[in-house]
């Protein structure tokens, strides 16, 4: 399967994971578990992005690996450290863990591993698709604690 095939399956498994973590009300959960001051128009302004994000990824990929490993570094550390590891950690039921064990995973490492083993990027630009993937996740949840600081406030 091609790197380009990968990013649109990808794409696709966000879809999925975006209408699991709504259906079953990830909101609730991430404040609750992960103590995350989320509301539901951040939840929809982020995936909005997100999608955003896994089309251009996709339509780059042949060109700008890096895009690809990027989203699927996003696929890959939201699923373990999002869902799989607070699932582990406290037993109850993550919204999207399911979508992040079934199509994260086999996904993300695909995409990495046909990446690599097709010669399309080095080892350290897989790296780099990592990082880009854990800065693309880490920047709404560090938008979320800062908001209501007083200095960002706009009131």
């Known amino acids: 399967m091609t790197l380009t095939a990968l990013a649109w ?3 696709m498994a966000y879809a ?42 996709a339509m780059l990929a042949a060109e700008l690996p890096l895009a690809a ?4 570094g996003l696929m890959l550390i939201n699923g373990i450290l999002m869902h799989i590891v607070p699932f582990a950690r406290t037993g109850r ?3 999207g ?11 993300g490492t695909a995409t990495f591993w046909t990446a690599l083993s097709n010669n399309l990027v080095s080892p350290a630009v897989a790296v780099l698709g990592l990082a880009l993937g854990g800065l693309t996740l880490a920047f709404p949840i ?14």
Do not use: C
């Not at 709504?22 to 128009?41: C, G, Q, S, T």
């Not at 399911?98 to 994260?104: L, N, S």
């Not at 560090?142 to 009131?155: E, G, S």
């Open 9 to 11: 399956l990808g794409m």
């Open 16 to 57: 999925f994971h975006i209408l699991e973590e709504y259906m079953l009300d990830w909101r609730d959960w991430a404040r609750n578990e992960l103590k995350l001051p989320v509301e539901w128009n951040d939840f929809y302004v982020t995936n909005g992005i997100v999608v955003a994000l896994g089309i251009a990824q």
């Open 69 to 72: 490993l990027g989203f699927a």
């Open 93 to 95: 039921f993550s919204p």
């Open 97 to 107: 863990v399911f979508t992040a064990v079934v199509m994260f995973l086999p996904l």
């Open 142 to 155: 560090v938008m979320l604690n800062i908001k209501t600081k007083p200095f960002f406030r706009q009131a």
